[in-house]
């Protein structure tokens, strides 16, 4: 194998006027594209908020109209009796509890809604295996919000 040796006159620049324009260009040119990626994130983010406004006004809006159109009242009408939780299933909790909170099922549902029992928050048992951190579920909260 012969060895072929190549004779060029092409000389890298290094003077420090090219460096710096070399590097000052590459800065701009990062820079734009970050900005246009901004710019173009945000109105992504605009455009799906409007969109996801939009549908939850148009579900406000129709039920607001059904309640408009249907306006019953448990304590008005006779043939409707308030919906309520048996005496013995209370577990202490005051008359006027359980009648807000049927009031509130009652609205919620329609007419076809049951109260079955009351119980107090803190008699209920949590599953540790079901409940999260405070600190793992913020992060959960925070790495999923939209933008």
């Not at 040119?29 to 945000?42: A, C, E, G, K, P």
């Amino acid at each position: 194998m012969d060895l072929f040796l190549l004779k060029t006159t092409l000389l890298p620049d290094t003077s420090a006027g090219f460096t710096s324009t070399v590097v000052v260009s590459g800065f701009l040119v990062v820079l734009l594209i970050l900005t246009i990626l901004i710019i173009v994130f945000s109105l992504f983010s605009k455009t799906i908020s409007k969109t996801q406004n939009k549908k939850g006004k148009k579900k406000e809006e129709k039920a607001i109209m059904t309640q408009d159109l249907k306006v019953v009242s448990p304590f008005n009408n006779a043939d409707t009796a308030p919906v309520s939780a048996p005496a013995e299933q209370t577990q202490g909790i005051s008359e006027e509890v359980v009648a807000a909170i049927s009031a509130a099922v009652y609205m919620m549902e329609g007419e076809n809604a049951v109260v079955k029992s009351i119980t107090p928050a803190t008699s209920i048992r949590k599953n540790p295996i079901n409940t999260r951190n405070p600190w793992a579920m913020a992060a959960i909260m925070q790495n999923t919000k939209p933008f």
